[in-house]
């Protein structure tokens, strides 16, 4: 009779056969892992492969969604619709109803004492306790000023002040027991041409009118119905006619970018160029005027202008950047300083230029290639501040030292040549 094994060996056996279980097991959840990463790999490049050659929109099709718009956010792609109904309103006029919703509670209509058939124009609400921000053209009518709200109801307001130079003004409505809604801001150091931008305005008396566009450029400088230059401003292509000046330019989110300020036409009317200052501007302007009633910066007492390939060709320049100095003020602080301007007359479009006047390149450490550059030194600057001009004089870069800025002012600010 054969005897049965021990026990042990028994136990042993079946743990053997356990263990060679359980690693089969697992050698083939591996390889199945391994074949499905595979496969996801593979996938994944066919995927990027048609988003690549026809983006999203392609990737949808294969999958048979057909669609005519995609909304591309700062925090992803937006492709949602609930449930099984029909499509009502594409992403993109979605995007335009809601920021529209949003943010044309928070536009008002201005009304002057010599204008009370219509409004001047538009303004934003931009603080909780009553500020509103809109152009200086818009309120130099004078007299009381009253605002209509979206929602019909008008109240007074007075004006806290103005700043020509920007045509930005801030008034306020007087003692408004109302909820009032100010727009959220959107540095305009993000801003890119081609970005859609949405404006809310009344033209021709038309309240709360909304259009769309895109930005067309950017940093433009213009001249104002006043003979004043603006720098930095947002050009754009929405429709923008009178009666939206004051009003903003919002970007897809309803984030005000922009003051609607102008419009270049030779009818008066929309021809595809308006243009926006940029809503950092009007914050620091606005900010300015509610502290203080006025905004101080300073200028160079000089009339002056840009240079262009012409005047450097026809002049013979040594330098293909800069402000020319047409003229300084006699007398004044750049006369006395020993800025020098030019002495042969020439003439340049509707005005009169001197030629063979220093070329400024450079205020204290930045460099001066133009107008914009120029500006954007100024309105950082008080009058009284000194300054060190650096200007090409014959060929020579020669240092004035100390040079005092005076008061910019709507009348010197004309002294500048388009």
């Given amino acids: 009779m054969r005897e049965k094994p021990p026990l042990s060996k028994i136990i042993a056996a079946v743990s053997a056969v356990i263990v060679f279980l359980f690693v089969f097991i697992l050698l083939i959840i591996w390889t199945l892992r391994i074949y499905e990463d595979r496969r996801r790999e593979d996938l994944q490049g066919e995927i990027d492969k048609v988003t690549a050659e026809g983006g999203e929109a392609a990737l949808l099709a294969l999958g048979g969604y057909e669609i005519d718009n995609i909304f591309y956010s700062d925090d992803g792609l937006i492709l949602f619709e609930e449930g099984d109904k029909d499509w009502l309103y594409s992403a993109d006029e979605l995007q335009n109803i809601s920021v529209y919703r949003q943010c044309a509670p928070s536009v008002v209509e201005i009304y002057t004492e010599n204008n009370l058939s219509g409004a001047t124009g538009c303004g934003v609400i931009i603080s909780s306790d009553g500020y509103i921000v809109t152009n200086t053209h818009v309120v130099n009518a004078g007299g009381s000023l009253s605002v209509k709200f979206h929602d019909g109801s008008v109240e ?130 606005a900010s300015e005027i509610i502290r203080l009633g006025h905004v101080d910066r300073g200028t160079l007492d000089i009339l002056c202008v840009e240079l262009n390939p012409m005047i450097v060709d026809y002049a013979s320049l040594p330098v293909s950047e800069g402000i020319l100095i047409s003229q300084v003020i006699p007398a004044g602080e750049a006369d006395s300083a020993g800025l020098r301007g030019g002495s042969r007359a020439v003439q340049y479009g509707n005005s009169v230029i001197y030629l063979g006047g220093d070329v400024i390149t450079a205020l204290d450490d930045t460099p001066v290639r133009g107008y914009s550059d120029y500006y954007a030194f100024m309105a950082a600057s008080d009058s009284g501040d000194k300054v060190d001009v650096t200007v090409n004089r014959n060929g020579d870069e020669i240092v004035i030292k100390n040079v005092p800025l005076v008061e910019q002012t709507l009348e010197n600010m004309r002294w500048v040549i388009r």
């Fill in 156 to 285: 007074d307001a007075f004006l806290v002040g103005t700043d020509p130079v920007t045509d930005i003004a801030v008034i306020r409505v007087d003692d408004s027991t109302r909820m009032l809604m100010p727009l959220a801001f959107r540095s305009a150091d993000e801003l890119v041409v081609g970005q859609k931008v949405i404006a809310i305005g009344s033209p021709y008396g038309y309240s709360w009118s909304q259009s769309v566009g895109t930005i067309s450029a950017l940093e433009r400088t213009v001249t104002s119905s006043q003979g004043v230059s603006l720098s930095m401003l947002i050009q754009t292509d929405a429709q923008i006619n009178p009666g939206n000046s004051g009003g903003p330019l919002l970007d897809g989110k309803g984030n005000m970018i922009g003051l609607i300020t102008a419009i270049y036409s030779t009818s008066g009317s929309a021809q595809g160029v308006s243009f926006a200052i940029p809503v950092n501007t009007v914050i620091e302007v």
